[in-house]
């Protein structure tokens, strides 16, 4: 009998864009994950998949949006505030509303409900006022989505029930504890990266808060690491980017593409591993 894989895809803004790599490299091995977590881009990735797309249709709808400048700026516009008090209210909290950009830029395949899903998936967000962890698996899609990718001081927090969330790589950056009692083999892919010297200037006040956020992700999935540790685990080469390098998605994937190879080789060992204990 064939094993089961599960897929844990981390948040790391523009960075997550190499998850597009793994999603093509599972579908030219032929592995449909049974279960996939996901956190803020990782789980708009999941989504994807999890939606039925594959790898080449994602990468295709991703380039075909982020490869042009005009046509980024023509969906910011749609996402633009509804009413005069919300613009006002954005422009006082310098937040983006982050539902509104995720209705314009999500390709028509990912559904509005979790129901809808082919493959069941699991969404991180972390519960403000709550002070834990909140895992999405029903309801409104796009809502939990834009709750998980809510970076604070760059997106307004979003409204679920009774629960303001924000960010939910905060609480859980590479969610493969979620799916690890779920499948055979789990692969969680790490994009966090880590501040990286550009060697042009010094860092600004965005670029500190963001790399203070990397440090604090790497040090979580690190306790994590140290507790259990999946059957395989990725880390894409994307330190020199920032979380909203998105218009530089052909460096991204460029420079992420050994991701691939590196995914072959850990499920040919994860493979031979099994089969090693199988047989005793």
């Known amino acids: 009998m064939s094993p089961t894989f599960a897929v844990a895809f981390g948040g790391g803004g523009a960075r997550g864009l190499a998850h597009i790599h793994v999603i093509e490299t599972l579908d030219e091995l032929g592995i449909r994950p ?11 990735m999941g989504a994807g998949m999890a939606a039925g797309m594959t790898g080449k249709e994602i990468h295709e709808y991703a380039r075909s949006i982020l490869g042009r400048r005009s046509e980024v700026a023509s969906r910011m516009w749609r996402a633009r505030p509804g009413t005069f008090s919300e613009m006002m209210g954005g422009i006082r909290i310098s937040q983006f509303n982050i539902e509104r ?3 314009a830029f999500l390709p028509i395949q990912v559904p509005d409900h979790f129901s809808e899903l082919k493959i069941p998936l699991k969404v991180t967000a972390t519960d403000f006022f ?62 966090v990266g880590a ?13 500190l808060i963001f790399g203070a956020s990397q440090l604090m992700m790497q040090s979580i999935t690190a306790i994590k690491l140290s507790q259990s540790r999946p059957e395989i685990f990725l880390r894409s080469p994307s330190s020199r980017f920032r979380a909203l390098d998105f ?9 992420t593409t050994p991701i691939k190879d590196e995914l072959k080789r850990a499920v040919d060992f994860a493979l031979h591993q099994r089969e090693r204990r199988l047989r005793g």
């Open 247 to 255: 218009l530089k998605i052909d460096a991204v994937m460029a420079e």
């Open 34 to 44: 049974v279960v996939i977590a996901g956190s803020s881009i990782g789980a708009i």
């Open 195 to 207: 501040p990286s010297e550009t060697g042009r200037k010094r860092p600004n006040s965005l670029d």
């Open 101 to 103: 950009i995720l209705k």
């Open 130 to 191: 709550g002070h834990r962890l909140e895992v999405i698996q029903k309801g409104d899609l796009h809502s939990a989505l834009a709750a998980s990718a809510a970076i604070p001081a760059v997106f307004r927090p979003v409204k679920r029930g009774s629960k303001l969330l924000i960010d939910g790589g905060i609480y859980n950056p590479v969610p493969f504890d979620l799916v690890e009692n779920d499948a055979d083999i789990v692969i969680a892919i790490d994009v």
